[in-house]
């Protein structure tokens, strides 16, 4: 069992649809005294609490769902999602109380390196890491270009939470694509020997295009030269 007491409160609603739809509260209570609650509606996540800001943060687009507040309006405000996270102390007590104070379990990251939009040279782009399937979540996320480190214009989302009790996150680089610039994230976790670095290549598909031409072209002249000697040497030998 990981050290990841979640709570998990259903409830239906049926007052804003006519069928009802699953509401997820999760409550996650870190060894370490972090807090993160997070709400969902069918699966799909719909605002968590910024504990820093004090405040519910809504993360559904507007024209998904017009008023999401409303959404949760029966769960309650920031004062009880307030009230859940001092309970998260008494929560890890108990919980290793009853494991006897387990080591942590540890999950290594799986990682994946993509752009978000369709590469074009010169159009400004972002790459996006994906770290996945990992515990706990700490984990750190470096970029570099060429070899070098790249600060500006790095992003790191929070930690989302998976089905099974990993996680999940986001590292952003907005980048102008140059013929042949490398681009690498290094993701470091715990429960990694060693870093893991992903790799991602800009190469002008158009060089790979005039090479293919060309090298056609050259078996063309070659096979029509061919041809040319055979169909002369023959000709001389019925003189």
């Known amino acids: 069992m990981k050290v990841l007491p979640l709570y998990l409160f259903i409830v239906f609603i049926s007052t804003f649809f006519s069928v009802a739809h699953e509401v997820v509260v999760v409550v996650a209570c870190f060894d370490n ?5 997070q709400v969902e509606l069918d699966s799909e996540e719909i605002a968590y609490v910024d504990f820093e800001r004090q405040e ?5 687009p507007r024209f998904v769902i017009l008023n999401p507040s409303a959404m949760i309006v029966n769960i309650g405000d920031y004062t009880d999602a307030s009230r859940g996270k001092r ?3 008494e929560v890890i007590a108990y919980c290793k109380g009853v494991e006897k104070n387990p080591p942590e379990e540890k999950d290594p990251p799986q990682g994946v390196l993509y752009p978000a939009e369709e590469v074009q040279l010169g159009v400004e782009n972002r790459l996006i890491c994906f770290v996945s ?3 706990p979540p700490y984990i750190q996320v470096s970029w570099y270009r060429n070899g070098r480190p790249v600060s500006e214009g790095v992003s790191l989302s929070r930690y989302y939470p998976n089905n099974d009790g990993t996680f999940h996150q986001f590292s ?4 102008t694509p140059s013929d042949g610039d490398i681009y690498s994230c290094t993701v470091e976790h715990s429960a990694l020997d060693m870093p ?3 790799i991602w290549v ?3 598909i158009f ?13 063309v002249g070659v096979a029509a030269g061919t041809f040319l000697i055979v169909k002369g040497h023959h000709r001389k030998n019925f003189v």
């Open 56 to 60: 519910f943060v809504y993360t559904v």
């Open 133 to 135: 399937h990992f515990y």
């Open 87 to 89: 309970r998260c102390s």
């Open 33 to 37: 005294g972090q807090t993160e609650l």
């Open 207 to 219: 060089s790979y295009v005039i090479c293919a031409v060309g090298l056609t072209m050259g078996l």
């Open 202 to 204: 800009m190469i002008h």
């Open 172 to 175: 952003t680089v907005t980048f």
């Open 196 to 198: 893991k670095t992903y």
